[in-house]
């Protein structure tokens, strides 16, 4: 089946900085991807869903980019603040949903 | 907004006991998985349902069991746990088609096996 791969598994930034986060995949026929955040002791909660006919996705304070002839799936936080520390998570569907093993993200002052 | 809420947020279990998790959904909608969470592990399918009535395994069944009685209900029992059974589970609901749907997610429970 589908095989994610996260990377990396802890980053560090400092205010200000972006933060980029970086899922690769094998199925060539994955058509669905998503971002989920989790904050500490919270659930996950959807950040982005993405189709792969889109190449570029913003969000508020971030962009997802996916690239198809390289299977790999990016989360770019610009400018970070401390709100942005969590736990990321990428997800994508051949025919079910797939997770990465996520992304501790800490934001430091 | 979509409610999943998952009992207990916290259960401590003994070796060889049986524990059962529960999870319910208020949004009418008809796929509910459930996950584990391990460091360095991320989220692993255990079982999922596509409705009432179904069950299927997801890629890791072993030592486990579910059951979906109902639309809004679906559990997660561990007839007889085992300390490698310690992790944090969630409990989620789709809203759409299986490949192509957003997960609402329920705050999850941190289960001990001793």
């Known amino acids: 089946g589908e095989q994610v791969e996260q990377r990396p598994p802890h980053l560090s930034v400092r205010e200000g900085d972006s933060a980029v986060i970086t899922c690769t995949y094998t199925?060539?026929?994955?058509?669905?991807f998503f971002w989920y955040k989790q904050e500490p002791g919270a659930s996950l909660q959807l950040l982005m869903k993405v189709f792969s006919s889109t190449e570029i996705n913003e969000g508020q304070g971030f962009t997802v980019l996916l690239n198809k002839k390289d299977k790999r799936l990016s989360l770019n936080l610009t400018a970070a603040h401390p709100g942005d520390s969590a736990a990321y998570f990428c997800a994508v569907s051949p025919n079910r949903i797939f997770f990465g093993d996520g992304t501790q993200l800490v934001v430091k002052p | 907004e979509a409610a999943v809420t998952q009992s207990p947020r916290n259960k401590v279990a003994v070796t060889g006991g049986k524990v059962t998790l529960s999870c319910n959904q208020t949004n009418n909608h008809n796929n509910m998985y459930w996950y584990r969470q391990d460091t360095g592990h991320g989220l692993r399918l255990i079982h999922y349902s596509y409705g009432a009535g179904s069950t299927e395994k997801g890629d890791i069944p072993d030592g486990y069991k579910a059951s979906r009685p109902s639309q809004e209900n679906f559990s997660l029992i561990l007839e007889l746990a085992t300390p490698s059974q310690t992790s944090v589970y969630f409990c989620?609901?789709?809203?759409?088609?299986?490949?192509?749907?957003?997960?609402?997610f329920g705050h999850g429970t941190k289960l001990s096996v001793l």
């Open positions: 199925d060539p026929n994955s058509y669905y």
């Open positions: 989620a609901s789709g809203d759409a088609g299986f490949s192509n749907e957003r997960l609402f």
